[in-house]
């Protein structure tokens, strides 16, 4: 079973290979940064940062209630959705229980269920996007939880709307499914809502986070959108102050800034269509991606690949803990560093080849 393994830091990378330049297109963060307002939010909080933070969020659970239209009772906020993640399958999992995964998606599902003694069974993928009608045929008697992400890590394909309504509304209504939407702003109007096809799961559970589009990952913050008893049960199984005041603060200020959102979203569509264009004229083949990343296959093994990337200064990541050896994972960067990464790119390709 693959492994969520983080990966190195840009800052070991340049110790490492002696390089004073090391662009980082391997973990999804957004280039861009976070909005001017959530530095004057952090900023602010420097003289408190002697008190606990608020135990459960609750005005940042109240911003979100508002924006999204649900209660704050519906919300959990986490240290980052993979905790979310965690707490769901610990809470939830009952002895012989099984969950059902995507072949190719997050590594953190399996992980949560292997802490959790939880037996995966996957599901076969079509053209690298999840295929509902296998996601379908995998469930038993025993499935406890279903894990799709939408878009999908490391795929960014994303979900048929009807293929999916029709999917949770055929499912048992006791499994869990696991919506996660650490990706749905990148892809607008491309993916359903996931808070309007609630109406269509009773158990169904949103992951969403501030790492990506909001440019927060460094201060571990997600949330959970659920039922009110089933996300009240998972409340009382976190740390009470699981998020800390800067990371609460900051979420807030960065949802209240949905301008700057719209802005990274517009950028990013821009920049992730001139990556795929850049990755197409040296011959290769990327996945069409609604997410901040690319998948790209390759044609031979990644390892070698992304070593020979890093020693040019280049991180990025490889398709290989999710069941993808021979694929590797483009964030989208800005500008320079995506026609610097593709032109190392070529070099790296010329030299390994299949
Ligand atoms: C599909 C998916 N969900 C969740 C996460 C994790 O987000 P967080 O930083 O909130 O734990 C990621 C991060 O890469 C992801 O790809």
């Not at 840009?10 to 973990?27: C, H, K, Q, T």
């Amino acid at each position: 079973m693959p492994l969520f393994v983080p990966g190195s830091s840009a800052e070991e990378i340049a110790v490492r290979y002696r390089l004073e330049r090391v662009i980082n297109l391997s973990s999804n963060e957004s280039p861009m940064g976070a909005s001017p307002k959530v530095r004057e939010a952090v900023t602010a909080m420097a003289d408190r940062l002697h008190r606990y933070p608020h135990d459960g969020a609750p005005r940042l659970r109240q911003v979100l209630a508002r924006q999204l239209g649900v209660w704050p009772e519906e919300i959990l906020v986490t240290n980052g959705s993979t905790e979310a993640i965690q707490i769901l399958v610990d809470t939830y999992a009952i002895p012989g229980c099984e969950a059902v995964l995507p072949q190719h998606s997050f590594v953190a599902y399996a992980r949560a269920c292997r802490v959790a003694e939880v037996a995966v069974a996957y599901a076969a993928m079509k053209d690298h996007a999840i295929d509902l009608d296998a996601v379908a045929a995998a469930i038993t008697p025993m499935t406890r939880f279903v894990f799709l992400a939408n878009p999908n890590n490391p795929t960014g394909t994303v979900l048929d709307r009807h293929k999916l309504r029709d999917f949770l509304r055929n499912l048992r209504s006791n499994v869990i499914v696991v919506l996660d939407e650490a990706y749905r702003e990148y892809a607008g109007h491309a993916v359903e809502d996931g808070l309007t096809l609630r109406l269509h799961h009773p158990r169904m559970v949103l992951l969403r986070t501030f790492s990506k589009v909001y440019g927060l990952a460094s201060l571990r913050i997600g949330y959970a959108v659920g039922p009110p008893d089933l996300i009240g049960h998972k409340n009382s199984m976190r740390d009470p102050f699981n998020t800390n005041a800067l990371a609460q603060a900051a979420a807030e200020a960065a949802v209240l800034d949905q301008e700057f959102m719209h802005q990274v979203v517009v950028w990013n569509a821009k920049a992730r269509g001139q990556l795929q264009r850049m990755l197409r004229s040296i011959g290769l083949t990327p996945v069409p991606s609604r997410a901040n990343f690319v998948l790209v296959p390759i044609a031979r093994p990644a390892g070698p690949v992304v070593e020979a990337m890093a020693r040019r200064g280049v991180m990025v990541g490889s398709g290989t803990s999710s069941g993808l050896p021979e694929a590797l994972r483009i964030s989208v960067g800005l500008d320079d560093e995506n026609r610097f990464a593709v032109r190392m790119l070529k070099e790296v390709l010329e030299e390994i080849k299949p």
